[in-house]
């Protein structure tokens, strides 16, 4: 069946149509590509410390030689849980070009979410940042970790990273305490794995496009994370994808080197994918570990240009509210690009006021490498749509028989293309795809006969914070762990800093249990993003007649109780 792709009309004359992903025999080619290239140019830049394209691919190279060393079984799991560091990057190619298969954690999970995913995708190794240590010691003994890497935050930093562990342990005490000591838990420390990984014989895996690359976790709808795989040949597409995209802008920055703002974390699909963009044109990161501190934020950005800064809305927001961020320079400033969750026309419009570069929104997901929809990225107005289907993507709308729907018309949003995955881990995927092999988004949209797309509502229940997905059944099944709780039922709700926030609706087993008591049991059980913010005692739960719980009828409550937020 011929499907008709009418934003194809609405491309710019230097962006193609379609991308061909096996022009690559592996995405191992195409970073040594990058390093070759690029090889003197600066790739990060991090506290002041810089490292080149040639930097990094040392030691990527040292830490996949040490990791042959150990005698895992080619295409094991390796797991990665750091934030924004000079040697998150290094570790990740490292695992890959060592023949392993990487699965980013966020450095934010309690033990609880940490241990699921390390048993689910059967990590046998793990690096992780001291800083969340602690995490991973409560859980250790169940799972089949065989070897912990430490790294401290400034392991990559030379003599000034010896000031920045000093600051961040005794100062600042940001590295919980934690007793991995003994022999048993095989602990290898950071500069020792790149110190004695020089020295290691490296052979090169036989790796295809076909091969597994990446294990990206995203928010199962049962309450448990699910493990997203994607293969060489989609993260080497997404990679095509963006640059093809950005290309009508950054062809035209005559610059010596193009800076990327890396505030989003890189364990995050979108920022994953944005490192492959900028490697495949030798920009320069700008990384930054903690961007919740504005005031540090914003005094890195003063000490360099920079060209592309990605964010997600409520970024985006929380530096316009920072009274001198007004006075940046944002000259250089040619790529504003908004994702992760939807951009608000307010935001968009105090952003293009300050900065002077218009914000334009798209839309991804992980099970897509990020890259699904964009807009143009030479317009200037901000239209309320996530835009168009990127080169070799294909969109179709259809009904709940699954035809398709007419222009302007409600549907769910399928999705094909060679950056789309095949399936979840140990998941049966019968029915994520059509039967004509298009991945189910669960997403509601519309598009015009432009092939713009306006999404007008998400995954039923799905709730977006900050970004982030946040599934109602997994809090649920959390939280009735609390004592003094019968039932419970989770929503999120408007919100103005975060997009949304989490409400739970309790019915407590008597008047004994407080907001007190369950705030602290979730802030002990649960990511600081997946809390309830809000929460409301009531006497019973609105249910079906087969006893399920009505989450909508609670939609709409909170609504009637709040018309303020109409």
Not at 471 to 495: Q, T, W
Request: glycine residues 8%; contains cysteine.
């Amino acid at each position: 069946m011929t499907i008709d792709k009418p934003w194809l009309a609405q491309y710019p004359a230097n962006v193609p149509n379609t991308i061909n992903p096996d022009q690559y025999e592996s995405l191992i080619e195409l970073y040594e590509e990058c390093f070759n290239r690029f090889r003197m140019h600066p790739m990060t830049i991090c506290m002041g410390v810089t490292h080149t394209y040639g930097d990094v691919d040392q030691a990527s190279l040292a830490v996949a030689a040490w990791l042959q060393a150990q005698g895992i079984p080619k295409g094991s799991v390796v797991a990665l849980m750091m934030p924004n560091v000079p040697q998150y990057l290094p570790t990740m190619i490292g695992i890959l070009r060592a023949g392993y298969v990487c699965t980013p954690i966020n450095p934010l999970y309690t033990g609880r979410e940490l241990r699921h995913q390390l048993n689910d995708s059967g990590a046998q190794v793990i690096f992780v940042v001291d800083n969340f240590a602690q995490a991973l010691e409560q859980v250790i003994e169940e799972t089949d970790i065989k070897r912990i890497v430490l790294s401290k935050m400034g392991d990559m930093m030379g003599l000034k990273g010896i000031l920045v562990n000093t600051v961040i342990r005794q100062v600042k005490r940001l590295v919980p305490k934690y007793n991995l000591n003994d022999p048993k838990y095989n602990v290898t420390k950071f500069p020792d794995v790149l110190k004695k990984g020089k020295n290691l014989p490296f052979q090169a895996p036989k790796t295809s496009l076909q091969h597994k690359a990446i294990l990206q976790y995203t928010g199962g709808t049962t309450g448990l994370s699910k493990g997203a795989i994607l293969t060489q040949r989609n993260v080497v597409a997404a990679a095509m994808q963006s640059e093809a995209w950005y290309r009508p802008i950054t062809s035209d920055i005559n610059e010596a080197y193009i800076n990327m703002v890396m505030a989003l974390p890189l364990y995050h699909i979108f920022a994953f994918m944005l490192s492959l963009l900028g490697m495949r044109s030798g920009y320069t990161f700008i990384l930054i570990p903690n961007p919740r501190d504005m005031p540090g934020f914003i005094k890195t950005l003063s000490k360099q240009p920079f060209h592309i800064f990605p964010a997600v809305n409520t970024l985006f927001k929380g530096l316009l509210d920072q009274p001198n961020f007004k006075d940046l320079d944002f000259s250089s400033l040619r790529i504003s690009q908004a994702g992760g969750m939807a951009a608000t026309e307010q935001t968009a419009a105090r952003w293009l006021k300050v900065t002077g570069c218009p914000m334009i929104e798209g839309w991804g997901m992980t099970e897509c490498v990020a890259v699904g929809t964009n807009n143009i990225i030479t317009d200037r107005q901000f239209n309320g749509t996530i835009g168009t289907p990127g080169p070799s993507v294909d969109i179709v709308v259809t009904d709940d028989n699954g035809k398709h729907v007419g222009v302007n018309q409600a549907g769910e949003m399928c999705i094909k293309g060679p950056n789309v995955f095949s399936g979840y881990f140990n998941k049966d995927n019968t029915n994520d795809f059509t039967k004509d092999g298009y991945f189910r988004t669960g997403d509601i949209i519309s598009m015009d006969e432009k092939g713009y797309i306006t999404l007008l509502d998400r995954k039923k229940d799905m709730i977006l914070v900050s970004g982030f997905n946040v599934f109602p059944n997994e809090i649920e099944s959390v939280m009735l762990d609390c004592k003094g709780i019968v039932e419970c039922a989770v929503i999120g709700i408007p919100d103005e800093h975060q997009g949304e926030a989490v409400k739970i609706y309790i019915v407590p087993a008597d008047n004994n249990v407080t907001k007190s008591d369950i705030k602290e049991f979730a802030i002990d059980n649960l990511t600081g993003y997946k809390c309830p913010r809000h929460i409301e005692f009531v006497s019973e739960l609105p249910k079906s007649n087969v006893g399920k719980i009505l989450r909508q009828k609670l939609r709409e409550k909170h609504m009637l109780d709040n018309p303020q937020a109409l």
